[in-house]
């Protein structure tokens, strides 16, 4: 399942990315926010997500606030999430390939619709390589 979650500054991306989820088929959830009218805290936004990409190992998650820092900060607090701020598709594939990242992490302020599908497509459909990265994230 995909799990979205934004603040208000990443609401109209969020929202973008609903529509094509929509179009495509895919099932996500959207645990806020609901409005960009509203100037809320991205913090809580992370927490309600990472909750529900909790519930189920095959979960994943996508957050976007402003510039996706303050997303990713917040989503990585939870020792079992590894979030990735991802502003191309080769990071993307990295993040979950070498990362085995479960929250894929944007910015509303500066990723274009077009773009950040292509992210979103290459975040979903890359499978972590194991190997020598599991070794690594066992040191977190």
Excluded: W
Excluded at 108 to 130: M, P, S, W
């Amino acid at each position: 399942m995909i799990i979205l979650a934004s603040d208000h500054a990443g609401y109209l991306l969020k929202e973008e990315l609903k529509k094509f989820f929509n179009k495509e088929n895919i099932i996500a959830i959207d645990v806020g926010c609901y409005s960009r009218d509203v100037a809320d805290d991205y913090p809580d936004f992370a927490k309600a997500g990472c909750a529900k990409v909790l519930e189920d190992s095959r979960n994943v998650g996508i957050f976007i606030c402003g510039t996706g820092v303050g997303m990713c900060i917040a989503a990585n607090r939870n020792p079992k999430i590894r979030a990735a701020l991802c502003n191309n598709t080769q990071v993307a594939s990295l993040a979950r390939a070498h990362n085995d990242a479960n929250v894929l992490v944007l910015s509303g302020n500066y990723t274009r619709i077009k773009k950040a599908i292509k992210i979103v497509k290459v975040f979903l459909t890359t499978d972590f390589e194991g190997g020598r990265h599991t070794r690594r994230l066992k040191k977190l």
